[in-house]
């Protein structure tokens, strides 16, 4: 195994900084690199191992059980369950996604600023912040061609007269294979840099407030080695632990309101395409083509089609399983997401994880019924032979015809949605009905506490969304700073 | 201290596993990934969210007493055609819990066995390319 590229510094059992940032995912990297470049002695406090960006192998099984929360296994329970995936490691989501890349659509922030009243918020007040982002984590379309399974999506799209682009990503394509520009490569080095401390395996169980500072009950867990309590003494906290643990964390130091309320999802519905010639070449560069026709209700992409996520995706339909042994080369992982499901976010006694609950209106359902209509009637037109929906209610689909007889709703209770993104747990604004920070992630009556991650975004992105995390970090941070954090 | 012979839910767990790859491959001997795949499963266990992790134990618990009634032995100490049988009724039930907790090891069998089946196509690509 190679060595990780950050340094960790050694945990003690009491630490002092000015300002302490839990998280090192893309809202606690680029929020800890700034403080520590305006001079503030910064802790930079993660839970996940500090690992190399290329260990271990991306999308393999080690990395998920290294690299993700809980071994990928989290599920938002409900009558029509939502399982989700957050990274948890130095780095955090954008050390193991694919790091696809957008900045926020302007109708997003314009409806975030009519419906929860967030000031400051327009495309053209964030545009600096995503411009200062792209200039340290590098945003590159692919120069070469893409892959196959990706072309074979656009291509469909474009036999239907459908909306499609390729999507560009923080990678920098220059070199050997290129290098992906996760936080770990780009923004925790810089951070240390200027002089910032990080620690590692470290979880923040509680915050409360103790003659003017902040304390955090946290217990370090090395790989090798017993676990120890450690206490932090910090003036601000920046709470940056992904739109899950954000708010759990809140909720047990006290902090309760509008707070792990209104979790939000981008649903997602797999197929498995197959083809009659091959699609799926390991040395591909990761796929890149998107439509979106149909944006905002839905849109679709292609995923990571190795053997194991193809068996994954077909585990649903046992007769069919056994291609994916000779077949894989001719399939392809597509899907269609959606922006559907709302999700609170509880503590449970006596346990340290978190329960989630989702629901799913009407509206939810048709839509994720009628996306994987579109999305078969892409792959059709791009000449797919069969199309497995992973959800197994839904038949083999080889025709139009097939298509048809498809149902106007997802059936309730299939077990079949998956997300990798989740938001807006915490969202910020001046409306403090539904929020619970101000327009720059300052909790409310809690003096100097500041969210820093997804949680704060007001609803979905529609687009992926890491590139609106970082910039709304960076916004804030920003903000605090120029302001002495007052 | 852990007792020298697995706990009734390692062994369940072990036969449950080694169950599921003699269904998906029942032409094959599966019996050289077993370590790998049911390793992976330990490790996935461990680490998922605890009240997951503490539902399933009770669950599995559960799945391996239940031919108790019928056959005088638990899951894990079954015949193979017998525990064949047992997953499909389980797999095929109508109370969501069943169908759940055969659903969960047989996803996390399927990604252990492939990952494992996409491993060894690595390796053989690479002595190809070598000779």
């Keep these: 195994m190679a060595c990780a590229r950050n340094r960790t510094e050694p945990v003690i059992r009491e630490m002092v900084a000015e300002v302490a940032v839990i998280g090192s995912g893309p809202g606690g990297a680029v929020t800890a690199m700034l403080c520590a470049e305006a001079g503030k002695s910064v802790l930079l406090v993660e839970e996940g191992q500090n690992l190399p960006l290329h260990w271990p192998e991306h999308f393999s099984r080690d990395e998920i059980l290294h690299k993700y929360r809980n071994a990928g296994v989290n599920v938002a329970l409900g009558s029509t369950q939502i399982a989700y995936v957050e990274g948890c490691c130095v780095g955090g989501g954008s050390e193991v996604n694919r790091g696809l890349y957008y900045r926020t659509p302007s109708y997003v922030l314009d409806a975030w600023r009519k419906d929860f009243d967030v000031r400051y918020l327009s495309s053209d007040e964030l545009m600096p912040h995503f411009t200062e982002c792209e200039a340290i984590a590098r945003v590159e379309y692919l120069p070469c061609e893409a892959s196959a399974i990706s072309k074979r999506l656009y291509e469909g799209a474009m036999n239907l007269g459908w909306h499609a682009i390729e999507a560009p990503r923080l990678y920098s394509y220059g070199g050997r294979g290129g290098s992906k520009q996760s936080m770990s490569e780009t923004f925790v080095p810089r951070f240390l840099k200027a002089g910032g401390r990080l620690i590692a395996d470290t979880a923040v169980r509680r915050l409360s407030r103790q003659e003017g500072k902040w304390r955090l009950d946290a217990i370090h867990t090395p790989t090798h080695g017993p676990s120890q309590r450690v206490e932090i003494s910090a003036d601000k906290v920046f709470v940056a632990c992904g739109a899950v643990q954000t708010p759990a964390l809140l909720r047990r130091s006290g902090l309760r309101k509008n707070i792990g309320n209104s979790l939000r999802f981008h649903p997602m519905l797999k197929v498995v395409a197959e083809f009659d010639y091959e699609v799926n070449d390991p040395g591909d560069f990761d796929p890149v083509h998107q439509i979106k026709e149909f944006e905002p209700h839905f849109g679709m992409g292609c995923s990571i089609s190795k053997q194991p996520m193809l068996a994954l995706t077909m585990a649903g339909r046992p007769d069919c399983l056994a291609y994916v042994e000779h077949r894989w080369r001719r399939m392809g992982i597509y899907y269609v997401q959606t922006t559907g499901g709302c999700a609170t976010i509880r503590n449970l006694p006596f346990f340290r994880d978190p329960l989630v609950r989702v629901r799913h209106s009407e509206w939810d359902l048709h839509h994720y019924a009628e996306g994987l209509k579109r999305l078969s009637e892409a792959l059709l037109a791009a000449g797919a032979i069969a199309i497995y929906p992973a959800a197994p209610e839904y038949p083999v689909l080889r025709s139009m015809a097939d298509l048809r007889k498809l149902p106007e709703n997802l059936p309730n209770g299939s077990g079949n949605l998956t997300s990798v993104h989740v938001f807006s747990s915490c969202p910020m604004g001046e409306n403090e009905a539904l929020c619970a920070t101000d327009s720059f992630g300052r909790v409310r009556e809690a003096d100097g506490l500041y969210i820093a991650d997804a949680s704060l975004l007001c609803g979905p992105t529609i687009v992926n969304p890491q590139g609106t995390v970082m910039a709304v970090a960076h916004r804030n941070a920003t903000h605090a700073i120029e302001n002495r954090f007052a | ?131």
Excluded at chain 2, 23 to 32: A, I, Q, S, Y
Excluded at chain 2, 82 to 98: G, H
């Design chain 2, 1 to 131: 201290m852990k007792s020298k012979s697995p706990q009734l839910h390692e062994k369940c767990v072990r036969a449950l596993a080694d169950t599921l790859v003699r269904m998906e491959r029942p032409e094959k001997d599966g019996r050289e990934n077993m370590v790998s795949v049911v390793g992976f499963l330990f490790a996935t266990q461990a680490r998922m969210p605890d009240h997951l992790r503490f539902a399933f134990r009770i669950l599995t618990l559960v799945f391996d007493a239940w031919p108790y009634a019928t056959t005088g032995k638990p899951f894990h100490r079954l015949d193979l055609p017998r525990r064949i049988d047992q997953v499909e009724r389980w797999k095929r039930s109508r109370l969501a819990f069943r169908q759940g907790l055969i659903a969960f090891y047989r996803s996390f069998v399927i990604f252990g066995l492939y990952s494992e089946l996409s491993k060894q196509d690595a390796d053989r690509g690479m002595r190809a390319k070598q000779d």
